[in-house]
C-alpha cells in the first residue's frame, strides 16, 4: 500500500488517513483516525492509540495521560496543538477498544498501512517522542524487551529520540519506583523542547 501513497500530495495523503476504515470491523465506536501532522512539524510524538475519551473529541491526549505529557514537555496546550511544531502520530490511529486491564493495543493493520508513507514527508522532525511498548518496538530497532530497560538507555537515542513511559496515570506506580526519570530525563527533555520550539 506504502507504494502507492508515494506520489500523493500531502494533504490527500492525510485526508486518506482521516477517512481510513481498513479495521473497521474490529472497532467497538468504529473508525475515527486522530492524527496531528504537518509538513512543518518539528517535534513527532509517537503514542500508543486513541483513549475513549480522544476518540469522542477527536483531539489527541486530550485526556490525563496529555496533561502529564504537556507538564514533562514543557509546552502549553496552544504549543502541543500547533501542528507547525508538533507531529502526533500514534501506532494505531483509531480507539481499539477496552480490554480486561485498560484499553487494546492498537490495531497491527494500521502502522504497515500509513506510517511509512507519513514519516517520510516529515522532514523537519528533530526530536521523536516514542511513549510505550509498540511504539519502542516500531521506532527502536534495537529495543530491549522491556519499556523500563529501554527507557533506561535512553541517552543511546538522545537527542533525536527519547524513550519514554506512558503518561497515563495508570503508570503512577512505574514513576514513582522510578524516580530518576522525572528527575533526570524531564529536565533534558525540557530543554531540548525551548530549544526547537
Known sequence: MTDNLAHLPFGELVRQVRACILC????????????????????????????????ETGLPFNDPS?????????????????????????????????????DLPPRPECAPAWRS???????????TLVIGQYAHAWHLPDAKKSVTENVQNWRQYWPEKLPMPHPSPR??????????????VIPELQERIAQLL
Open 24 to 55: 473497521a470491523e474490529f472497532l467497538p465506536l468504529g473508525p475515527r483516525p486522530v492524527v496531528q501532522v504537518s509538513e512543518e512539524s518539528r517535534i513527532l510524538v509517537v503514542g500508543q492509540a486513541p483513549g475513549r475519551r480522544v476518540h
Open 66 to 102: 496529555g496533561d502529564r505529557l504537556r507538564q514533562w514537555m514543557g509546552v502549553t496546550k496552544e504549543e502541543f496543538y500547533d501542528d507547525r511544531k508538533l507531529a502526533i502520530l500514534p501506532m494505531g490511529f483509531c480507539y481499539p477498544g477496552t480490554g480486561k486491564s485498560g
Open 117 to 127: 508513507a507519513l514519516l517520510e514527508r516529515l522532514p523537519n522532525i528533530e526530536l
Open 171 to 184: 503508570n503512577n506506580l512505574w514513576l514513582r519506583r522510578n524516580p530518576w526519570f522525572e528527575n533526570e
